[in-house]
């Protein structure tokens, strides 16, 4: 069983590898004495655990984590994930599918909400020419 401190480098490179490493460098820098236990234990556990098994590939665990973000309206995590589902290697036509099937199963509002958050992200990247 692997040690809390190898949990925590495991998931501080899954988590740089997603979300790059100005995003975790800003997260690690911001944390305070109130927010420093929290930064460990989402390393620790969603990305030294979660984000580390071998049950799914990158590609899958986004769509996964987008589709739950839509689901639950969380919208500021939505655009941080977006980005992190193209460097997954999701194409912003894949997402663009993922939203719309979150439609289906979580509603026409929360949808909406997803493609003005993905049209932003997106005309904030390389990709968004591609957004439509």
Do not use: K
């Not at 996964?64 to 912003?92: D, F, K, P, W, Y």
């Not at 049209?119 to 390389?126: L, N």
């Amino acid at each position: 069983m692997a040690t809390d401190q190898e949990r925590y480098e495991q998931g501080m490179a899954v988590r740089r590898a997603v979300l790059s490493d100005a995003h975790v460098d800003r997260a690690t820098a911001a944390a305070t004495d109130l927010t420093a236990d929290w930064q460990d234990f989402i390393t620790r556990v969603a990305w030294g655990d979660v984000w580390s098994r071998p049950g799914l590939d990158r590609r899958s665990r986004s769509v996964a984590v987008l589709s739950s973000l839509i689901a639950h309206g969380h919208q500021e995590e939505l655009a941080m994930h977006l980005r992190a589902a193209l460097r997954n290697g999701l194409t912003v036509d894949e997402i663009r599918e993922v939203i719309l099937q979150s439609a289906i199963y979580s509603g026409v509002p929360a949808a909406n909400t997803a493609f003005r958050i993905a049209a932003e992200v997106f005309s904030d990247t390389e990709h968004g020419r591609d957004a439509g």
